[in-house]
């Protein structure tokens, strides 16, 4: 019944939005999210992604905590993106960052201590995820799957659920990471990995509390001999094993760990592996404009036929499935 209910919405997508007539350049961009740097909306570089936000070459913006210094200046900061699509309205996500020290300390990842009470961590989240839909944020990047395979593990995982949860009911898209796993690499190989680590991941799918999957920038040997983002194995797993139909997420393109492939071959590799969303932290490249470079690379690379224009359409159509519920 679960995959009938799949095909009717498949094929109401694809009716409900006139492929044909949206051009290679426009599905790419709804597959690119750009990290902002800056924190007042005149500066530079905000001014600049906003432009190619306004042309359609991003989907989603992403923010972190150096972004925001108080809830007056944040609000105003996620205004100048919240409107300014003209087509499709963008994800606005704000990326964890475990960092202990924060202007904003209350964007911060909270803790899945299972000897907290579970009610008040239930309230410390719920707190959290109105402040985020209060600045106008909604998308969370992303709640940490990688957790502790101690005595401790299944605690763990229901306090990352209520944190999820508290999420989905303050409008906010909720993003995990990092399939399928984080622990135990070393020069970013994981040379044996728990299967029990996918747990967390399937719990979470089986609930409906997953919108977006980030996957790991790592090797995994036990799966395939190239990094999780760039392996149709591990993609497949997800897809196929765990039955996730959502939008999959790449961690940063412009990480320390794939300066071994070219940046070009990143961006084919990804999107041809399986990955719906690129996330790449700067605005600014040595090539340019980050989105905007991305988008020539994406539509040559059609144009060229190393990826395919039904590639981009099926991204496209998880990633605006999604966009329709933004509220």
Do not use: C, W
């Not at 909270?110 to 106008?136: D, E, H, M, V, W």
């Not at 991305?294 to 224009?309: E, F, P, Q």
Request: avoid cysteine.
């Amino acid at each position: 019944m679960k995959k009938i209910f799949l095909l009717l919405v498949t094929i109401y997508s694809l009716f409900s939005y006139d492929l044909e007539s949206i051009s290679n350049a426009r599905l790419a961009g709804q597959m690119i999210f750009i990290g902002v740097k800056g924190k007042a909306v005149n500066e530079y570089s905000v001014k600049k992604l906003g432009q190619e936000a306004s042309l359609g070459r991003l989907g989603g913006v992403v923010f972190n905590k150096d972004n925001f210094t108080d809830f007056l200046q944040a609000k105003k900061l996620v205004d100048r993106f919240k409107h300014i699509a003209l087509v499709n309205p963008l994800f606005l996500a704000y990326e964890e960052n475990n960092e202990e020290k924060q202007d904003f300390a209350i964007l911060k990842m909270p803790n899945f201590n299972p000897l907290i009470n579970i009610n008040q961590s239930r309230l410390a989240y719920t707190k959290q995820a109105l402040f985020l839909n209060n600045l106008g944020l909604n998308l969370y990047l992303s709640v940490d799957l990688n957790l502790n395979l101690n005595k401790d593990f299944y605690k763990q995982i229901i306090y990352s659920q209520e944190f999820a949860n508290s999420l989905k009911q303050n409008n906010i898209f909720v993003s995990v990471a990092n399939f399928p796993s984080n622990f135990a690499a070393k020069d970013f190989v994981v040379e044996s990995y728990n299967i029990n680590s996918l747990k967390p991941f399937y719990d979470f799918i089986q609930l409906d509390l997953i919108d977006f999957v980030e996957l790991s920038h790592l090797k995994f040997l036990n799966f395939d001999n190239t990094q999780a983002l760039f392996s149709k194995k591990i993609i497949s797993i997800l897809r196929n094993d765990l039955s996730f139909n959502k939008v999959i997420i790449s961690d940063d393109i412009l990480g320390g760990s794939l300066d071994e492939v070219d940046f070009k071959d990143r961006i084919i590799k990804a999107i041809n592996a399986g990955v719906d969303v690129l996330y790449f932290s700067m605005p600014q490249i040595k090539y340019g404009d980050t989105a905007t470079y991305v988008v020539s690379v994406i539509t040559k690379a059609v144009d060229d036929g190393l990826i395919s224009r039904k590639r981009l359409e099926e991204s496209y159509l998880r990633i605006i499935n999604l966009k329709d519920k933004i509220k």
